[in-house]
């Protein structure tokens, strides 16, 4: 679990705040999970009405500085907070911030974060994420995301729900477009291993190719939506060996649970 310790103690000291009104989303929820490939050094805090990001920054700031931390504003506006957070030597970035509502899913209780971003919605934001401001972390990100949560390929299909001024195609040409770093880029990450630019653009085309044929296979009219099992598990599709059982959950205003139906056992 790649978060630093004062990560850690920062979450775990706000969590109280935490609720289905102001949640932890971003690099931290996925850089909590096992196999994580780099350290983030912030933490964002969104909520669905812009009107709890200033009460919300506001009784953060006084947990913190009641548990030793230090707290210097860099930014405050009505619908977005920034601070710098220290204890001893160590330092992290805080965002508060408003956000879209429609997610695939509702929040999460979590016993570190006290609420956060369901997996699959953290996944699919990190992907409109990358194409709208073309950073390095963010391709790492959608990699692991690529590897551990669901192929890059449903999850582009599924992120043309939440922003439908996106098409596969599109965010697939700027996804390829955007590619392009330095070795020495990738050395300024907090990477867990050791950066290897090559391995990191092979395994990127790979995924790109292979998403660019899962979108060319899909219905289009079943864009936006991501595929479930039977279980309620996310799932890539394959069209060529059929996929009609599969559950076609959209997102919807806080998300919401997918209705999903075993299938009957085998006689």
Same mark, same amino acid.
């Given at each position: 679990?790649? *978060?630093? &310790?004062?990560?850690?103690?920062?979450?775990?000291?706000?969590?109280? &705040?935490?609720?289905? @009104? /102001?949640?932890?989303?971003?690099? /931290?929820?996925?850089?909590?999970? $096992?196999?994580? $490939?780099r350290f983030s050094h912030d933490v964002d805090i969104f909520h669905d009405d812009q009107s709890a990001v200033a009460k919300s920054a506001v009784a953060d700031e006084q947990a913190l500085r009641q548990a030793g931390f230090s707290v210097e504003w860099q930014e405050q506006f009505p619908a977005f907070f920034r601070a710098v957070v220290r204890r001893d030597k160590e330092v992290v970035e805080i965002d508060w911030a408003a956000d879209s509502a429609y997610r695939f899913f509702p929040l999460a209780p979590d016993p570190l974060f006290g609420f956060k971003l369901h997996p699959l919605d953290v996944a699919t934001n990190k992907v409109l994420a990358f194409v709208g401001r073309c950073e390095i972390r963010d391709l790492v990100d959608c990699l692991h995301l690529h590897k551990t949560v669901l192929s890059l390929g449903a999850l582009i299909w599924a992120a043309c729900g939440k922003d439908e001024g996106y098409t596969p195609e599109r965010i697939l040409n700027e996804a390829q477009r955007r590619a392009h770093f330095r070795a020495s880029e990738l050395r300024q990450l907090d990477l867990?291993?050791? $950066?290897?630019?090559?391995? *990191?653009?092979?395994?990127?085309?790979?995924?790109?190719?292979?998403?660019?044929?899962?979108?060319? /296979?899909? $219905?289009? @009219? @079943?864009?936006?939506?991501?595929?479930?099992?039977?279980?309620?598990?996310?799932?890539?599709? &394959?069209?060529?060996?059929?996929?009609?059982?599969?559950?076609?959950?959209?997102?919807?205003?806080?998300g919401i649970l997918p209705m999903v139906h075993p299938l009957p056992a085998a006689r």
């Open positions: 679990m790649p *978060l630093s &310790n004062i990560q850690a103690a920062i979450l775990q000291t706000i969590a109280k &705040n935490r609720s289905l @009104e /102001s949640y932890v989303a971003g690099a /931290s929820v996925i850089h909590a999970a $096992p196999r994580s $490939p867990v291993r050791k $950066p290897d630019p090559v391995r *990191l653009r092979t395994s990127w085309d790979a995924a790109i190719a292979k998403a660019r044929r899962l979108a060319e /296979s899909l $219905p289009v @009219e @079943e864009l936006g939506c991501l595929y479930l099992d039977s279980t309620g598990k996310a799932v890539t599709p &394959n069209p060529k060996r059929g996929f009609t059982r599969l559950v076609r959950h959209r997102g919807t205003v806080r």
